[in-house]
């Protein structure tokens, strides 16, 4: 069974752009969340959808956000990008009311 | 904000020896688990230990928990050089579903010399 997918992998964008980091579910997995992983702040919840609907939601500005579809893929869209945002965004899925989820192996996003 | 600290925050071992990280939370869990990171790359399960479970084991992997104490270890046994990680404990909050809101530690940078 193939893992989670994110694409892109890496990316660099300037400040003021926004970006779009997509991703795709273990097959059969419903529920997807996103983190945020910087070296001073660690791993952060961003947010998590299932069935297309967003059911919770982590600390962060409204410039963060996202969308699931209805195979389950996602994405996330970063508005207005600051320095700050440079981080992984790793991607998560899990079976409803799962308690472990998987990841995938990131999207590397500079803004410079 | 992280829910949890590792401790140490970086162990360097040789091959064949044992390897301990401790993880310390500060509410009431719903379960505990531990995930590895290699450089750069997405973080992989290890083990889930829930918060009526005192030890659990898999594999070379044991884990315990002592939620009077609020903490966890995780012990590596036999350590190999492909154990050179960043581990990194999770935290589920309160005793229902979370929708897969979890708390992660800052990790422990574990270095496995062969």
């Known amino acids: 069974k193939a893992g989670v997918t994110q694409t892109p992998r890496y990316l660099i964008k300037t400040r003021g752009q926004q970006v779009t980091l997509s991703c795709s579910p273990i097959?059969?997995?419903?529920?997807v969340s996103w983190y945020q992983q910087t070296p001073g702040q660690g791993l952060q919840f961003l947010f998590e959808y299932f069935s297309e609907t967003q059911r919770n939601k982590g600390n962060f500005p409204g410039r963060f956000s996202g969308r699931q579809f209805s195979n389950s893929r996602s994405e996330m869209n970063v508005s207005t990008l600051e320095l700050g945002d440079s981080a992984l965004y790793l991607c998560?899925?899990?079976?409803?009311?799962?308690?472990?989820?998987?990841f995938g192996e990131g999207s590397w996003l500079t803004v410079v | 904000s992280q829910q949890g600290e590792e401790d140490p925050q970086a162990l360097s071992i040789q091959e064949g020896e044992n390897a301990t990280m401790n993880c310390s939370y500060k509410t009431s869990i719903n379960n505990l688990q531990w995930y590895r990171q290699n450089s750069g790359r997405g973080l992989v399960h290890l083990i889930l230990i829930r918060s009526n479970e005192r030890e659990k084991h898999s594999g070379r992997l044991r884990v315990t928990l002592d939620t009077s104490k609020k903490s966890s270890s995780l012990l590596i046994t036999a350590s190999r050089a492909a154990d050179t990680a960043s581990y990194f404990c999770?935290?589920?909050?309160?005793?229902?579903?979370?929708?897969?809101?979890?708390?992660f530690g800052s990790g422990t940078k574990l270095n496995v010399k062969p």
């Open positions: 999770a935290t589920a909050r309160g005793l229902f579903y979370n929708f897969n809101k979890f708390y």
């Open positions: 097959s059969g997995h419903r529920s």
């Open positions: 998560a899925s899990s079976l409803e009311q799962a308690n472990t989820i998987y």
